[in-house]
């Protein structure tokens, strides 16, 4: 294999997609525990990505604990979904996605385009049993890919296992398409680059450990669907829209939330002060005065809502700020940041609430909107894993 490797490696750098390559290989690094894969790949990724004439802002797996206990990922890794939350955590723009449904070309296409500029790195999370190889659940980056030949170059992170190897394009596809046991979630891919003059985002993050779907958002979904039964004001709108989300929050089991944040055992001077400038945004906007003004969120379904509302001690220490968060709050930010699907002719709920919401959210400042912009894709991704 490996003399066969070496003239596709080459003639793929003739051709233009392996420009990722050589930074890449210079960046190479192997993961220190068993389960570190998402988090090597993810470190390696950015590495390769910044500035070489720029010391700061290098990372290996260890600093990653401010945004994720690693203790768990050392017991069972990190899902997709909290890859691509921690990706956002260090300064990278995300673009993830599913393969499900997705046809060979365009899948394809996808990897021609990111391999053939030198500011792109794309990530798969796949089945290592779907390729032949020992193994479950794997992630790793890709240096390149060999138009033809139609394969990707897989760089291993896992390399007291398998070296680089070349995969074809549908194998690969058919490994990503496959169901994390430990989320019942569909794997998918994402494309990787450095945030142009946007930091990452704060707080708030869609809960990627429970499977929401069946008991929440179809119900969401459904009201959102819907037209308007009489003539309504727009606080008569999100009045309704509250009590809906109440009512979807209270048939999720005790252990099931929609909205939380990731536990930071250690937070810096700098991050608190990012935090609380997210909250006081949030506090002033017009949807958050609107909120407040309505007495249903004095009501016990709402503890399903955020987690800080039922666990108010306990996450208190995963987070010293967790403190500071109120339901009106929480539902801001989850009105702000659904992505309602709308047509430019519907008259629905969801219509009139994405009228506002647009508006709205155009006022506010950059940090918020980039809070907004990161809970969108992520709910996003996490309905494509559902269709």
């Not at 449904?101 to 394809?108: A, L, V």
């Not at 142009?196 to 708030?204: G, L, T, V, W």
């Not at 009201?223 to 809906?244: D, G, I, N, R, T």
């Not at 935090?275 to 309505?294: A, K, N």
């Amino acid at each position: 294999m490996v003399e066969e490797g070496v003239p596709w490696l080459c003639q793929c750098v003739s051709v233009g997609h392996m420009g990722v390559y050589f930074k890449m290989a210079e960046n190479f690094q192997t993961q220190s525990e068993l389960a570190y894969c998402g988090l090597s790949s993810l470190v390696m990724a950015y590495n390769t990505l910044k500035d070489p004439d720029i010391a700061a802002g290098w990372w290996d797996e260890d600093m990653l604990h401010c945004y994720i206990n690693l203790d768990a990922v050392r017991g069972n890794g990190i899902t997709f979904g909290q890859l691509l939350y921690l990706a956002e955590r260090i300064g990278l723009s995300v673009e993830g996605y599913s393969t499900h449904k997705m046809s060979d070309d365009c899948f394809r296409s996808i990897i021609r385009s990111a391999t053939s500029t030198d500011d792109k790195v794309v990530i798969v999370n796949y089945h290592r049993g779907c390729l032949g190889q020992s193994g479950g659940g794997h992630v790793v980056p890709l240096g390149g890919y060999s138009a033809s030949r139609d394969m990707v170059l897989v760089m291993d992170v896992a390399r007291f296992k398998y070296p680089p190897h070349w995969v074809p394009i549908p194998s690969m596809k058919k490994a990503i398409d496959t169901v994390d046991g430990s989320t019942n979630e569909r794997r998918g891919f994402c494309v990787v680059s450095l945030a142009k003059d946007a930091k990452p985002h704060i707080f708030f993050t869609p809960n990627l450990l429970v499977n929401v779907s069946d008991v929440f958002v179809k119900q969401w979904v459904s009201w959102l669907s819907c037209e308007p039964s009489h003539e309504q004001s727009l606080l008569e709108l999100l009045q309704e829209a509250v009590s809906m989300l109440g009512v979807c929050a209270k048939g999720l089991d005790r252990d099931s939330f929609v909205l939380t944040h990731e536990a930071l055992h250690e937070c810096s001077a700098e991050h608190l002060y990012s935090t609380r400038g997210l909250f006081d945004t949030i506090r002033v906007s017009d949807l958050h005065s609107m909120l407040l003004s309505m007495a249903v969120f004095s009501s016990a379904e709402w503890k399903h809502v955020y987690m800080g509302i039922r666990m108010w001690r306990g996450l208190e220490r995963r987070h010293p700020m967790a403190r500071d968060v109120t339901v009106p709050m929480v539902m801001a930010v989850m009105l702000y940041s659904w992505p309602y699907h709308v047509d430019a002719d519907a008259s629905t709920n969801a219509a009139r609430l994405a009228m506002f919401i647009e508006n709205s959210i155009a006022k506010q400042s950059t940090v918020l909107q980039r809070e907004v912009a990161y809970l969108k894709q992520q709910w996003l991704f996490k309905a494509s894993q559902d269709e």
